[in-house]
């Protein structure tokens, strides 16, 4: 089925270690996006991409980085996570103009 | 900064049951507006979006409204079913890449 795939599916770190989230979409969108989701709070942006090639801080930005591989993909990485990290992620994406987001099924990430 | 609320946090209706689902925001400046359904443990589905130039959109027993010189859009859900319980997002895009979300809702019908 087309859509938003993300793996993992549930990750378990320790602190300071690093580790990449992967997100792949196959409807040919140009824009994708990083949120994380926190118990009573609303998804927040993490980094975005509008496009192949380009990408830009959202909300809480601090302590990830992210890469636009190809259109397809778009991927997270936690360089030293810490337990402040820990949320579920969820990669979403856009074609430019429609205005409606696709998201994955999300990323359970516990930083002990 | 766009502030999205959405009140109740959680409601419990028999079924059969209409219910109205509210979300609030404070910039009158948005570009789309877009109810999501979320159920445990998985992603969100995109149920309704609401262009800026539009009042409603439907899709068979829901109803959304936009009004936004109040900052304000309904969910209407008609007939509940147990089957609907699920938590209802709002987001709300001032441009191409600022959606604000509101913390949802959490609904239950009971049997």
């Known amino acids: 089925n087309a859509g938003v795939t993300q793996t993992p599916k549930f990750q378990v770190l320790k602190t300071g270690q690093s580790m990449t989230l992967q997100c792949a979409q196959d409807?040919?969108?140009?824009?994708m996006y990083w949120y994380r989701q926190d118990p009573g709070m609303g998804l927040r942006l993490i980094y975005y991409?509008?496009?192949?090639?380009?990408?830009d801080k959202g909300e809480v930005p601090n302590g990830y980085n992210v890469s636009r591989l190809n259109k397809r993909e778009f991927s997270l990485r936690l360089e030293s996570a810490a337990p402040s990290q820990t949320s579920v992620y969820f990669c979403?994406?856009?074609?430019?103009?429609?205005?409606?987001?696709?998201f994955g099924s999300g990323t359970r990430l516990t930083v002990v | 900064k766009q502030e999205v609320t959405q009140i109740p946090a959680a409601l419990s209706v028999p079924e059969g049951e209409n219910l109205v689902l509210n979300c609030s925001f404070t910039?009158?400046?948005?570009?789309?507006l877009q109810w999501f359904r979320q159920d445990p443990g998985k992603g969100l589905t995109s149920l309704l979006l609401?262009?800026?130039?539009?009042r409603e959109q439907t899709s068979g027993r829901l109803n959304a409204s936009l009004d936004k010189s109040s900052g304000r859009s309904t969910l209407y859900i008609a007939a509940s079913q147990p089957g609907d319980s699920a938590t209802y997002l709002c987001?709300?895009?001032?441009?191409?890449?600022?959606?604000?979300f509101g913390a949802g809702t959490r609904l239950t019908v009971k049997p």
């Open positions: 979403a994406s856009m074609l430019t103009g429609s205005g409606g987001y696709t």
């Open positions: 987001a709300v895009k001032r441009n191409n890449n600022d959606m604000r």
């Open positions: 409807m040919n969108h140009n824009s």
């Open positions: 609401i262009q800026s130039s539009q």
């Open positions: 991409s509008a496009s192949e090639g380009t990408t």
């Open positions: 910039d009158s400046a948005i570009y789309n």
